[in-house]
C-alpha cells in the first residue's frame, strides 16, 4: 500500500521531469564511470529526516525534512521534486539512490526505504542500503578515533556500534546489538570511546560520566554520509536488490511483540 502510495505521487510530481533517459553507470559485479556521478542520499530513521544530492563524492545539496516529511509518502516525493529542481536536476539524472536502513524509527525507516525502492524501480537505477550507524561515524570529526554510535531502544536498553578509525575508514570493533544500558557502560573503562549517536538525548548525562561525548551536530545521521557512502559502496559493487532490501528496525513494531504474547 505505501509502496503504491509513492508509485503515484512519485509519477504526478516527478515522472514529468524525468525524461533525460542515461546509460547505467554500476553492475552487480563493480562500478564502471564514464562521468561524474549524482547520487541521492535519503534518510528518515530518526526525528531529523533530510534529503541530500551528492556529484562525485562533493554534497551540491542538502535539505532538511519535517516529521511530516519524513513520515508520509505524500510529502517526501515532494520535498525530493524541489531539491532537484532547486539544483537543476531531474531525477532522470540520479546514477545511484541511497538510503538509510536503520536502525531507528519504525515508520521514518519504512517510508524512506519504500521511497527509495520506488524510485529505484521508476527509474531503473540501482540502490544501495547503508547502515545508519555507519553513517553517524562516517561524519565523525577527523579527532576522533574510537566511538560508540548509541540507540535508545526503550524499556532501559541501547543498541550500540562500536568502531575504530583506520587508514581506509571505520572498523566495528564490537557486533552491534541490545544491551541494557548499565551493563554497556561497564564495558567502556580503557576503551577510550567517545559516543554518539541518537540516543544521547535520552541517556547522554549518564553516558557522560563513563565517556566524552561528540559534538551534538554529529549525534544524528545526515542525508549526505549516505550518499557519500552510497557511492564508495556502489565503486566497491556492494548494491543492493531493490526487491528484498528492508529496514533494520531495533526491535519489532510493537504489534508483533504483543502478537507474540498471545501466541
Not at 524525468?18 to 528518515?44: K, M, S, Y
Not at 531507528?104 to 520506488?118: D, I, M, N, Y
Amino acid at each position: 500500500m505505501v509502496a503504491q502510495t509513492f508509485l503515484s505521487v512519485f509519477r504526478k510530481h516527478c515522472e514529468p521531469l524525468a525524461v533525460r533517459p542515461r546509460a547505467h553507470l554500476l553492475r552487480h559485479n563493480g562500478f564502471q564511470r564514464t562521468r561524474l556521478v549524482i547520487v541521492l542520499g535519503i534518510e528518515t530513521s530518526g526525528r531529523q529526516g533530510s534529503l541530500a544530492v551528492v556529484r562525485d563524492g562533493n554534497v551540491i545539496a542538502e535539505r532538511e525534512l519535517s516529521a511530516t516529511g519524513r513520515r508520509h509518502a505524500r510529502t517526501l516525493v515532494p520535498e525530493l521534486k524541489t531539491l532537484l529542481e532547486d539544483n537543476g536536476l531531474n531525477p532522470s539524472d540520479l546514477d545511484i539512490i541511497a538510503v538509510s536502513i536503520g536502525p531507528g524509527s519504525f515508520t521514518g525507516l519504512r517510508v524512506g526505504v519504500v521511497c527509495a525502492k520506488t524510485l529505484a524501480y521508476a527509474l531503473n537505477k540501482p540502490i544501495v542500503a547503508i547502515d545508519t550507524c555507519d553513517a553517524i561515524a562516517f561524519a565523525l570529526p577527523a579527532d576522533i578515533n574510537r566511538a560508540a554510535v548509541i540507540f535508545d531502544a526503550l524499556r532501559g536498553d541501547v543498541y550500540v556500534a562500536e568502531y575504530e578509525r583506520t587508514n581506509s575508514g571505520w572498523n566495528e570493533t564490537a557486533r552491534p546489538g541490545l544491551v541494557p544500558l548499565e551493563a554497556w557502560l561497564a564495558t567502556t573503562t580503557g576503551k577510550s570511546l567517545t559516543a554518539t549517536g541518537p540516543g544521547l538525548t535520552q541517556h547522554g548525562d549518564e553516558i557522560s560520566t563513563h565517556c566524552p561525548l561528540a559534538p551534538e551536530e554529529f549525534h544524528n545521521p545526515q542525508a549526505s554520509a549516505i550518499a557519500l557512502l552510497g557511492e564508495q559502496q556502489a565503486q566497491a559493487g556492494s548494491v543492493a536488490d531493490t526487491w528484498t532490501i528492508e529496514p533494520h528496525y531495533i526491535r519489532r513494531s510493537a504489534a508483533e511483540e504483543k502478537a507474540d504474547l498471545k501466541s
